[in-house]
C-alpha cells in the first residue's frame, strides 16, 4: 500500500503561482511513478503530468507545457507539482497518483490515490 497526502492548493489570481506537494508513505516511493491529474466541476478527470521514478522522463497535458513543472525528490518521498501562469481553466480538485512500469496519461494505470487539493483561479 501507498499512502499519497497532497497540499498546497489554494485561491490564486490568473496569472499566478502555486507549488502542489504529495508525501507518500508505505511502499517505496522510487519504485513508483507518479502522476498529476485535476477534475473540475461536472467534467472528467484528466491528465496533467507524469513523472519516472528516477525523474529523467516527464510527460505533460499540452495546455500546462511551458507553464508547470514536475518534479520529485525521491529522498523526501515527494512529488512537487510548480504551476505559474495560471488561468481559469487550470481550476479544479488536483490528484496526485502512483503507477508501476512507464509514465503513463491513462488514470487506470494508476494505483493509489490522494485526496485532492482545489485549485481555484479567479480571473
Known amino acids: 500500500q501507498v499512502q499519497l497526502a497532497e497540499s498546497g492548493g489554494g485561491l490564486v489570481q490568473a496569472g499566478g503561482s502555486l507549488r502542489l506537494s504529495c508525501v507518500a508513505s508505505?511502499?517505496?516511493?522510487?519504485?513508483?511513478?507518479m502522476g498529476w491529474f485535476r477534475q473540475a466541476p461536472e467534467k472528467e478527470r484528466e491528465f496533467v503530468a507524469a513523472?519516472?521514478?528516477?525523474?529523467?522522463?516527464?510527460d505533460y497535458r499540452d495546455s500546462v507545457k511551458g507553464r508547470f513543472t514536475i518534479s520529485r525528490d525521491n529522498a523526501k518521498n515527494t512529488v512537487f507539482l510548480q504551476m505559474n501562469t495560471l488561468k481559469p481553466e487550470d481550476t479544479g480538485v488536483y490528484y496526485c497518483a502512483a503507477a508501476r512500469g512507464v509514465v503513463s496519461r491513462s488514470y487506470r494505470s494508476y494505483t493509489y490515490w490522494g485526496q485532492g487539493t482545489q485549485v481555484t483561479v479567479s480571473s
Open positions: 513523472i519516472s521514478w528516477s525523474g529523467g522522463s516527464t
Open positions: 508505505g511502499r517505496t516511493f522510487s519504485y513508483y511513478v
